[in-house]
């Protein structure tokens, strides 16, 4: 066997690039708005589905298309030990699009309402600027029904979720309808033969487009293409009776659920997939760069990978980009890890009692620590400061003998002596009831 001479494995550790670690500061953001999200979701009758992390890379291009931006370039591919071509799934919808036509969900009560909270991947280059090759995402779907009804719901439980994060006033949501199998192909064919003879002035990424995917030329930052798309042909000028109806109906849910929003005709939607009503919450300098959710309805992808007409909508939300939104606004989340007790001891004999007082203080859902080790009162009380804890218990040989401790309150600076078998109940009621981390039924997870 061939030995690795080099020994030094520093070198391995940093982290990998466009992939993170999530440290307890954000991480209080992240269980914050998974708890929201978890909330509202079963509020709205959601329930929540996992699937597996990877998926075929052949069922992924056929929802997403050979031809699109994600197969061709984002996807992290690899072969699984058996040969099998695997991916890192890298969205929510696909992943339920299988489980739903793998467990035959159209026999179930429709619709099928489901959320879900999970890691996903996308091999973005690095030379793109902010580029997270892995990240977590909240999406919500609703298969089985077509109803604008439906689609306002959806609209109402991203609304409410933001809303409830704090930032939902930086944000605007954009609407558009993309039409139905009736009436775009029309106008996806207008929209080429406007294309035709103007790639000479859209970017080369473009050019490539407008002959099987013109929608590509509106997601385009390059300000030439931008202006070009500003002039195409527009899409509420093809939509069938249906389609005018089924867009009015829900613009007339969403006023009446007072959501507030801006209708785009330019907007098409992250992915290709998207058919019918399609929706974004945008900067509020309606950068398109900064898009914090975006969703729209991919009945026709359904029917073109099973041959069956089932309607499916759908919003998902990247959650790094919504802890970025919250600390721009400085939102602070009520945190669960802040510590409320620390104990210092000095001698032997405090050591055993503080350790029996810390488990009990515990039990209660106080957050209690302490080093127990040796070091000075001084020492101890140095390290209570940088804990930022509101209350010291101290523990010397006097205390153990006259069973008491001193209670010390750090913001104050004072301090008083109780008997230590009170302490549990008097520190209990000095932290608050509110703030005690106990277990709460429906809360795992
Ligand atoms: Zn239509
Ligand atoms: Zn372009």
Not at 87 to 92: F, H, Q, S, T
Not at 125 to 132: A, C, D, G, L, V
Not at 287 to 291: A, L, M, S
């Given at each position: 066997m061939e030995e690795n001479q080099n020994n030094n494995l520093s070198n391995l550790s940093p982290v990998p690039k466009g992939i993170r670690d999530i440290l307890p500061e954000d991480h209080q953001y992240l269980t914050y708005i998974k708890k929201v999200a978890r909330h509202r979701s079963r509020q709205g009758g959601f329930r929540r589905i996992a699937t597996p992390m990877m998926e075929r890379e052949e069922f992924i291009t056929a929802i997403?298309?050979?031809?699109s931006d994600l197969v061709k370039n984002n996807l992290y591919k690899f072969k699984d030990p058996e040969g099998n071509d695997m991916?890192?799934?890298?969205?929510?919808y696909s992943g339920i699009i299988r489980a739903y036509l793998a467990h035959e969900?159209?026999?179930?009560?429709?619709?099928?309402e489901l959320y879900y909270i999970e890691p996903y991947f996308e091999f973005v280059?690095?030379?793109?600027?902010?580029?997270?090759r892995s990240y977590m995402e909240f999406g919500a779907v609703s298969i089985g029904e077509k109803a604008a009804a439906l689609d306002a719901q959806l609209i109402y439980l991203a609304h409410k979720i933001l809303q409830d994060l704090n930032i939902e006033s930086l944000f605007q949501l954009q609407i558009n309808h993309l039409g139905c199998e009736v009436c775009r192909p029309k106008y996806l064919m207008d929209l080429e033969n406007y294309f035709v003879g103007k790639e000479r002035s859209l970017c080369f990424s473009c050019q490539e487009k407008?002959?099987?995917?013109?929608?590509y030329i509106f997601r385009c930052h390059e300000e030439d293409c931008q202006i070009l798309s500003e002039l195409a042909p527009k899409v509420n000028n093809y939509w069938c009776e249906d389609c005018s109806k089924f867009y009015n109906r829900l613009r007339s849910y969403l006023e009446a659920l007072e959501i507030s929003y801006r209708e785009n005709l330019g907007l098409v939607g992250k992915?290709?997939?998207?058919?019918?009503l399609v929706f974004e919450y945008w900067d509020r300098d309606q950068?398109?760069?900064?898009?914090l959710l975006h969703g729209g309805s991919f009945d026709e992808v359904i029917e073109k990978i099973s041959g069956k007409k089932i309607p499916a909508v759908g919003f998902n939300m990247r959650l790094e980009k919504a802890i970025k939104a919250m600390k721009k606004e400085k939102i602070k989340v009520p945190s669960k890890?802040?510590?409320q007790v620390f104990i210092a001891q000095l001698s032997r004999e405090a050591k055993k009692k503080c350790l029996q007082l810390m488990i009990s203080l515990r039990e209660a859902g106080i957050k209690a620590i302490g080093?127990?080790?040796?070091?000075?009162i001084r020492e101890q009380i140095t390290l209570a400061e940088k804990f930022k804890v509101p209350y010291m218990i101290i523990m010397g040989l006097t205390e153990v003998r006259e069973n008491i401790i001193i209670l010390r309150d750090m913001k104050v600076g004072q301090q008083k002596v109780i008997s230590y078998d009170d302490a549990v109940d008097v520190i209990k009621k000095l932290v608050g009831e509110e703030n005690l981390d106990t277990y709460t039924e429906g809360e795992l997870g």
């Open positions: 997403h298309g050979k031809n991916v890192l799934r890298p969205e929510g969900m159209k026999d179930w009560p429709q619709p099928i280059p690095q030379e793109k600027k902010q580029f997270y407008v002959a099987n995917n013109p929608h992915y290709d997939f998207y058919t019918g950068k398109k760069e900064n898009i890890d802040n510590l080093v127990l080790g040796k070091g000075s």
